[in-house]
């Protein structure tokens, strides 16, 4: 079997929403005929959220899928870079920006980021006009010292609010992780950070109505087990699908991002499909071997090479459940 990505998604998801627009994912399957004659917009994917039979929501194919063939793509709703490399990543899409120059250096009274291309710049402005009013020195050392990266993403998710980007309720749809009295005590303290470094920029409390402790909570405990950790493969996909690996190292992972559509995916020990990125935050779903009409598509969420009892106990420290997949059944 070949190792996949190490992923964090979420497993357990009780009801089946609405899904929001299809703006958050898209499809470029090489291998299909992906436009509508009638319409000429692309095609949707071949793909359906359904409930599943032990799992609740799941993502189901449409049609087969060719081992290999790119199912969808996916952007992600926030992203925020790692905080040691603000230097060296794109502040909106996280690709590594290259020594030699064509970055973009932006400075703000507080803080110095880099862009990739004007493009970005323009995509940030959903967040950044916001963000740059506000000096985060202590609420990002708070997250440093205690080794927390979570918080920024709902820093960015809440300037994104008040800027009028996204609506408070984004995440509503994903499922939150358990959380015990000493996490809900870390997150009330963060959450007075975050409200009083938006306080002192000046933003009023009409701008900040839905900032609230309940809604800090709410949108960290998603986060937690729906944010993927991005770990660029590099190169180009065509040299990607000379291998049948998508393992990357661990000096690769260059931020985190929260997701719509990949996060109804559920986890299987030996899946049928995987979760790459190539070059920058933006996602693709791919099929590690042939896929039937009607089969759910599963994804791993952890390093599945590793033995039988380091995945049941990484699964259910990190994810709340014990699995029961075949290949866990078996022992194997």
């Not at 929001?20 to 793909?47: E, G, H, K, V, W």
């Not at 959450?191 to 900032?211: H, I, V, W, Y």
């Amino acid at each position: 079997m070949s190792p996949v990505t190490r992923l964090y998604t979420p497993l357990l998801k009780n009801k089946l929403h609405k899904l929001p627009a299809l703006s958050s994912f898209s499809t470029t399957t090489p291998n299909y005929n992906t436009t509508d004659q009638q319409t000429n917009r692309p095609s949707p994917p071949p793909i359906q959220v359904s409930i599943t039979e032990s799992a609740g929501r799941g993502v189901f194919a449409t049609r087969s899928i060719g081992a290999g063939d790119l199912i969808h793509t996916a952007k992600p709703l926030i992203t925020h870079p790692s905080i040691s490399l603000l230097s060296d990543v794109c502040y909106f899409c996280l690709k590594r920006l290259h020594s030699g120059g064509g970055s973009i250096q932006v400075n703000s009274q507080y803080q110095t980021i880099h862009f990739c291309s004007e493009d970005c710049i323009q995509q940030s402005n959903g967040f950044y006009e916001v963000e740059k009013q506000a000096d985060w020195s202590a609420y990002d050392e708070h997250c440093r010292v205690l080794g927390l990266k979570y918080p920024h993403l709902v820093k960015r998710l809440a300037c994104m609010v008040i800027s009028g980007a996204a609506p408070a309720e984004s995440l509503d749809i994903l499922q939150p992780a358990g959380l015990i009295p000493e996490m809900i005590l870390e997150m009330e303290n963060e959450f007075g950070l975050l409200k009083s470094t938006l306080t002192k920029a000046g933003f009023k409390d009409a701008q900040m109505e839905f900032l609230t402790k309940q809604w800090y909570i709410g949108v960290l405990a998603r986060i937690r087990i729906n944010a993927f950790r991005i770990e660029l493969v590099g190169g180009s996909y065509e040299d990607l699908l000379l291998s049948a690996a998508a393992s990357v190292d661990a000096e690769s992972a260059v931020g985190n991002a929260v997701y719509i559509l990949p996060s109804f995916y559920n986890h299987d020990c030996d899946p049928n499909s995987h979760i790459i990125w190539i070059e920058n935050v933006n996602a693709r779903l791919k099929a590690l071997r042939d896929i039937e009409a009607g089969e759910e598509l599963r994804i791993c969420y952890i390093d599945a090479s590793m033995d039988h009892g380091a995945r049941q106990n990484l699964l259910f420290e990190g994810f709340g459940f014990r699995c029961k997949c075949p290949r866990c059944l078996s022992g194997d």
